[in-house]
């Protein structure tokens, strides 16, 4: 019987899949492991632990037969490290740690991420299963969990960490580590995951991306939907401010990832914003230095993306398999303004600044993905109205030749909780439909995943939550046309790429 000290399980959206059939053409598996996992459990290995990482949604895409408690049976281990940052993960993650306490009742739970970093103490008052929640960053915080742990010693100093006491009481140490630097912390250790290089594999295929590539922690900006935002993480995690890995260190993932895997593509998870050109530069002359040659993935989060910007990603990146994407939400001017006026000053993407980007998309014929959503805060049916004429615009002139590189990106989209919509439903003239983690946890585990992979928590003053998902759709199947082009790819593998990323 194999013995470890930590195993980390990277839980599904549902567990009981009866479309398990339809289950390899579905992004809602969600197969993507948050990338500080890699690095945690690699600073555990490095200070003599025992470490596995299991990734639940790949082995059931890989064998639906496959078992997790059969799997756990096999093996030996005293701590379970469940990564619950996406919400969407909320009742596969409640699910696992039931049956790894079923079948190991003397080992420890622990829960980490921003979704549990979030609802920590409504997770540890409903679900007696779990021991602990880490808060926010997670490397020293769970080292020192395993050291104490094996020592039987108090849990009280732990930074970070919730925990249930051995009189019940459930008890919130206060968040005390936040890294200053993330050059000491290795990424790529991917020896430690169970069926590493089906991951690789199949990542591209299911999710339509190959490799996260780990480019730093927070983000200045506040969105009104996201979780990931400055103010969010500020108050959940303790972070006020972005920390960018050293590129000399990104590169050296990249080229060890490449170099063991067959990934065709690299998704930066950054993205670009004036602050971070200087970074973009360095990294992007490396990876010329290197000579690596693979596609790559970058968001712009922030205008304006300068010439310059397009002249390097084009010197840098292939045509197949790279794409630069914005996510205006809508092209209404009036929208962005009371979303600056409400929360974030930055959240301008004026229309002639979209045409400069389609300009210079189409000079250096790389992808533009420009992604819209029907039911964003303040949007009248006149801007949808709007917006689906942009898209149809986009389609007619470039959806017809090869050279227009153009796609128009339609999906709705989650509010995520810590994000300024969530925190103030009223302020953003919409109705949150769920808020508690137990309600999140029913919504999850009820919600089909069957067309796209956002499910909708809210209704708006003008649009219910149906029809914003009706609207989505009928926006998504209109603009197809868009996607056939981009790339240099046969139209049905592209439309069929576009699919993926629906479920
Ligand atoms: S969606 Fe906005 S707030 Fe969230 S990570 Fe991206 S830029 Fe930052």
């Not at 756990?72 to 740690?97: M, P, Q, S, V, Y």
Request: proline letters at 6%.
């Amino acid at each position: 019987m194999k013995t470890y000290d930590v195993i980390f399980i990277h839980p599904p959206r549902q567990i009981e899949l009866e479309q398990s059939k339809l289950l390899k053409s579905y992004r809602s598996t969600y197969i993507f492991i948050p990338m500080g996992v890699f690095a945690i459990a690699d600073f555990l290995e490095r200070e003599g632990f025992g470490v596995e990482i299991i990734n639940y949604p790949l082995e059931q895409y890989l064998n639906p037969n496959w078992s997790l408690k059969d799997y756990l049976r096999t093996i030996d281990f005293k701590i379970c490290g469940i990564d619950l940052h996406w919400i969407h993960n909320a009742h596969g993650a409640i699910e696992i740690a039931r049956t790894v306490k079923e079948v190991n009742p003397n080992s420890k739970i622990v829960l980490g991420g921003f979704s549990a970093s979030y609802f920590h103490d409504q997770i540890l008052k409903y679900y007696g299963v779990i021991d602990g929640v880490i808060k926010g960053e997670a490397e020293v915080p769970l080292l020192e969990f395993a050291q104490k742990t094996d020592r039987n010693q108090s849990l009280d100093s732990i930074p970070n960490l919730s925990f249930r006491t051995t009189s019940n009481h459930i008890k919130s140490n206060p968040i005390k580590y936040v890294a200053k630097s993330l050059d000491d912390l290795n990424f790529s250790n991917t020896k430690i995951l169970k069926s590493a290089k089906q991951y690789f594999d199949c990542s591209r295929k299911i999710m339509g991306i190959s490799f996260n590539v780990p480019i730093g922690r927070g983000c200045p900006f506040n969105c009104p939907f996201c979780g990931g935002g400055q103010r969010a993480l500020q108050s959940v995690i303790g972070r006020s401010k972005v920390v960018l890995r050293n590129p000399e260190k990104v590169i050296e993932d990249i080229t060890t990832i490449v170099d063991t895997y067959n990934v065709p593509s690299l998704f930066f998870g950054h993205g670009s914003y004036p602050a971070t050109f200087k970074f973009w530069k360095t990294l992007f002359g490396l990876i010329q230095k290197e000579k690596i040659d693979i596609g790559g993935d970058l968001e712009i989060w922030r205008l304006p993306f300068p010439k310059e910007m397009w002249q390097i990603f084009y010197k840098t990146f292939p045509r197949r398999n790279s794409s630069i994407s914005i996510s205006p939400r809508t092209l209404s001017s009036k929208v962005h303004q009371r979303v600056m006026e409400i929360c974030d000053p930055t959240f301008k993407f004026p229309k002639n600044q979209i045409e400069g980007l389609i300009k210079n998309a189409n000079l250096y014929q790389r992808t533009l993905r420009i992604w819209l959503t029907a039911g964003f805060p303040f949007q009248s049916r006149l801007d949808v109205q709007k917006d689906f004429n942009f898209a149809l615009k986009c389609m007619y002139k470039y959806g017809k030749t090869k050279s227009k590189p153009i796609s128009i990106m339609i999906e709705p989209y989650h509010i995520f909780p810590g994000s300024p919509a969530f925190e103030s439903p009223e302020t953003f003239g919409i109705n949150l439909n769920y808020n508690s983690f137990l309600q999140l946890k029913d919504f999850f585990k009820n919600n089909k995943m069957l067309f796209f992979y956002n499910a909708i928590n809210y209704n708006t003053n003008i649009f219910s939550s149906a029809t914003i998902r009706n609207l989505n759709k009928f926006l998504f199947f209109s603009t197809a046309l868009t996607m056939i082009t981009t790339g240099h790819k046969s139209p049905e593998n592209n439309f069929k790429e576009k699919n993926a990323k629906y479920e």
